[in-house]
Structures are given as structure tokens and as C-alpha cells.
């Protein structure tokens, strides 16, 4: 068997790791790789492998670092299934189809660019129509039930408890010599336990190849509840004083995240009488396709949800308004008074935030509220930071609304849950590779599973590595 680490190594961005085993190819996950453009740019449109040779992709998840470069793999010639939950599947209908129009809208502004320095057009990476086409190749399974992915070869997904529909990718191969068989588990992105919405991250106890995401793999993360009595204060706070409270947060999970705690909070009678908006198509999108997947939260959400909300919908409430139409959502910047706006991206880089932003930055009764990680030079980065001066949209703006950073919101295990996580592990897996973080991170959490656990053989492979097994 050999492994490839085409993306996530060294770094948290663009997962991306090539399996071959008894002759087939199987890939798990095919995510974009997200930095500055033109890196961006070079590292997504070509693979160092012949994308029409793999004949399976496995995705732990939705994210689009995750999923997002699939329509560029069917565009290359991939032909074969997809495989992930069905929830993962509903949610990549959503999310490619936007990345899509993502990629169009960016090549538009790249070639503008290009133009001015007289330099031939370039094509996006895909289309909104390569997405769809891309859709067309997903089976979506559920949890815990072994699917057969060729003779000898089953592939089990476990709840990574990290955004709805997330898992842990476990891969069987059986030698056929009676040996017994060899076990790969994948964890994707692992979550945290006690999250709201979400099940616990399943524990698994058998594995002989770990591949173990090392996001957080040396920061410990302040509990959430912290953070949700942190919301409720900020947004009275800000209300008091006539403001509003502006939050970028991802469409995905985090938007649904603060509205069950709002929700919460709201027939609790524990929030001021203002309106909330979630002003964001895909998270509107989104939405509807949790709604569908209820099954799936965990025991103390469905409960809530049976026994307590009087709407029996975690996702609306008395001054809950979601926003599609852009018409609408304008009407927004001529608003009067205190009211709580949520909108994408989560990193403040585009889509409708930046228009909120620039309309309220400068009012000093405001509050600017990041419940996510920021990426280095993105405008929520400038944010969390402090900065006094932004730019958005090529112009200047003088902060002098409140800026609040809540960091107990995220969805990732922190050290000691990614420890907590692998110590289920009896024996130790004979070799981990150590993926998707940044150097520091997956060098700490190796050195914790050496010492620690006792891990025999742990690796952090570097880009496009192979490795023998
Ligand atoms: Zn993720």
C-alpha cells in the first residue's frame, strides 16, 4: 500500500491524500487549497496525479477544504462515485454550487488584472456547471454501515462530530492470505465534545495506519459555554446603547450554531427585543438542509427541540429573519436602531459581510463580533487585531466600533481533545501520519502522541510525499 499526501501536510488547507492499494486508487477528500490567489490558483488547477485513474473518493466532509476541488477532478476526468454521508452529499449540493459561482466571479476580477498588464485571460478552475455535473457522482451513506468498495476493500464513516454530517473514514483491506485484516482510519476534522448540535466525536479502538488532523494540536480551547454568556452580554451591551452587532461567521454550522444559542436565549425571555438577521443565501441553503437532517443532532438538541422549543424548529424564532433576496438584505444598511446581523464569509473576504462592515465600522455604538478563526491578512484577522484603519472594497475606514473575538465556538478537538480522542486507540496504531495543521501544531501534537501515548511510529509527511506501507 502507498500513501500520498497531496494536500493538508504541513498546513490546514486543501486535504488531499491518494491511497493505493490491491492495483485501485482511491482518494480521500479532494479539497481546495485556500491562501493567496495566484498560489491558490496554481496549487488547485493541476494534480500530480491523472485524475480519470482514481477509481473511488471518500469525503470525511463538506468543508470546502475539504470537498471543494472535486468539480476540478470530474472536470479532469474523474468518473467514479463519491462516497460520504447523505448529509454531506445535501450539503455539497449547496456549497460546490456556490463555490462555482465563487470561482467564476474571482476569475472575472483576476482577468481584469490581467488585462491591465496585457497578459492573456485565464479560465476559473470550474464553473457553477462543473459543480452540478460533479453532484452527479455522489452516493451518500450513513454512519456505521459498511459499504463495499471492491472486492476485499469496505470503506465504515463514524460521526466526527465536527459539522453535521462530518465523519471519520475507516478503511478496510483484507489480505486475502488469512492474515488478518489491515485497518486505516482517517479521522477528517475531528470535533468537540459537549457542542451543541452536534454528537460527540465517535471513539474508535482498532487501527493499524492512522491519519490524524493536528489542527488545534497545541492550543487548549475556552469552554463554550463562556463564549455563549459572552454573546448574550455583547449583544445587550450593544442594544443598550443604541449599536448594532455584526457578525461574519461560515455558513456552514457556525451560523446555525449562534442561532440555536439565540434561540435559546430568546425563550429564555435572556435577549433585548430586536430583530436578528441571517443575511446570506448559502446559509439560508444550509439551514434548510439541517432542518432535514434533525436525525442527526445529538440527544440534548433533539430533546430541546421535542420537549422545549415551542416553534419545534431550532432554526426559527419570534425575531429570527433569514435573508435571500439581495434587495432585501440592501435594506438592511438603512436599518435604524439596535439589531443583530449575521452574515458570510466568515473571514469577512467577500459576499454581503463586507457591506455591513463598511456601513458600520465607523459608529462607535457598534459592536463587530468574530466567533470563528481568522486566516492570516484577511479583513477579519485586520479585525481581530484591533486594527484602527481597514480597507474594504479599496477604501479606507476608521474603526470605532467595539470589536469582540470569541474563541470558544469552534468546532475543532484542541489538544486535549485530539489526545483524549486517540487514547481510545488499544494498541497503538502501528504508524500515524500527522496531517492538516500548521508545523508547530502537528509537531506538538506528535511529540504528545510519542511521549504520551507511546505512539511507536509518528509522521508529519511533507507535500506530495509518498510513503511505502
Ligand atoms: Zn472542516
Known sequence: MQISFHGAAQTVTGSQHLITADGKRLLLDCGLYQGKREEARRRNQDFLYDPADIDTVVLSHAHIDHSGNLPNLVKQGFRGKVICTTTTADLCGAMLLDSGHFQEKNVEYVNRQRRKHGEPPVDPIYTQADAAEALGYFEGIEYEQAYRLWPGATVTLHDAGHVLGSAIVELEFQSGKGEPARRLVFTGDLGRPNVPLLCDPTLLTAADILLMESTYGSRTHPPLEESAGALKETIRRTSQRGGKVIIPAFAVERTQLLVYLLNKLYHKGELPDIPIYVDSPLAVNVTEIFRRH???FDEETQDYLRHDDPEGDIFNFGRLQYIR????????????GPCVIISASGMAEAGRIQHHLKNNIEDSRNTILIVGWQAPNTLGRRLVEQAPVVRIFGMEYHRAAE???????????DEPGLLGWAQGFK???????VVHGDPDAAQELATRLRGDLGFPEVMIPSLHQTVEI
Open 325 to 336: 433576496d439581495v434587495e432585501q438584505s440592501k435594506q438592511l444598511h438603512s436599518l435604524k
Open 403 to 413: 470589536v469582540v473575538t470569541l474563541n470558544g465556538f469552534s468546532n475543532h478537538a
Open 427 to 433: 494498541p497503538a496504531p502501528k504508524r500515524t501520519f
Open 294 to 296: 434533525t436525525a442527526y
